[in-house]
């Protein structure tokens, strides 16, 4: 997938993103005096909506990304001349595959997501985690394959084997999501925690507090912090919201977003 026109979000950024704006800045500078391809982490969708909007302001760089399957969410990206046409092995990205005893045991997204994090690899070396229903796979840096196969022994209590498979074998995503329309008051975040999962504003202001909400897997405990977006919620317990528009007001001028849903 490329954008080069279709940016979504807005120029609105907040303080705590302007590394990841430096850090991308330098690379388009990078592609475009030295004139080749230049690779970038595993981005998650709000990364990816700030690179889209950087890299308007260059008309002869675009920007591809690939995350091993279609419609991934955390993808890396290659910025290029506008003749590159990348292949998908310049992403070096890997699929890996977890044996479990299936028979006894049941692994959850929290749990493959823990371990990977806890062998010490950074959330930007891999990217989404998949599953039929039963089967898991991730995607990963290709270098950090048998760093990874070696370091990963267990998910949660259970003993597993880290296996590289070829993208011939993926597995077939078994989404849980939902597509929703809601109003809310206000693009605060606790405002939408509240809305989205039925829940009153102080207990979603709480959860929030104590630490229990991520913008884009980073712990905020600010309850008014303003949602735009491609801003992924996740709320420890309840699930995860996606914001993928915000359509408008409303007559009585509440906001109308159309949100993804994950509840637990």
Known sequence: MENKNGVVGGGYF???EKPFIDKMSDILLKAQTMYTPQLTDFLNLREQTILNNLINKYDDLFVHYFGGYHNAERVRGIIAPDYFVPQESDYQVSVLEIRYPEKFANL?????????????VDRDRFGDIITDGQNWQFFMFKSMV??????????????????EKNFKDLLLPKDDSTD????????????IVATVYDMSRQNAKTLVEHGQVQINWAVNKNASSFITITDTLSVRGFGRIRINDILGRTRNSKYLLSVN????
């Open 146 to 163: 048998p760093f990874i196969e070696e370091q990963v022994k267990k998910v949660g209590p259970f003993k597993v084997h880290i296996l």
């Open 14 to 16: 907040r303080p705590e």
């Open 261 to 264: 849903v994950i509840k637990k």
């Open 180 to 191: 929703e329309t809601v109003s809310v008051q206000s693009l605060r975040l606790d405002t």
């Open 108 to 120: 959850h997204h929290g749990q493959i997501l823990g371990s990977l994090t806890g062998s010490g």
